[in-house]
């Protein structure tokens, strides 16, 4: 029987992020998005749900005098994450 997949990661863009964040650990708001080729409003709004489900947590703060947004992956984002590769493996058994 197959494992049912996490919804919050099966979103193509947060799988994306949170793909991203797993090899990186942490990274910005601007890295982010010129990764995943994503608009500012869409990054921003996949982000919040996926710091909702406290996956990510984010910092805002200034760098250089601008504003900075820095994106780190959480234990419990990690956790998700390889629950939803293992749940993943069984549809290729």
């Known amino acids: 029987m197959f494992k049912k997949l996490n ?12 793909s991203l964040l797993v090899k990186e650990g942490q990274s910005d708001f601007v890295e982010l998005k ?14 919040k749900k996926l710091e909702e489900a406290e996956y990510v947590r984010i910092e805002k703060g200034y760098k250089d ?3 900075h947004t820095s994106v780190r992956i ?13 749940a993943l493996k069984d549809y290729f058994e």
């Not at 990764?35 to 709004?45: Q, V």
């Not at 959480?74 to 590769?85: K, P, R």
């Open 74 to 86: 959480t234990s419990t984002g990690l956790q998700a994450f390889e629950e939803y590769v293992e």
């Open 7 to 18: 919804p919050l990661l099966h979103a193509q863009l947060r799988l994306k992020i949170i």
């Open 34 to 47: 010129e990764k995943t080729k994503a608009t500012s409003g869409n990054l921003s709004i996949q982000l």
């Open 65 to 67: 005098n601008y504003p």
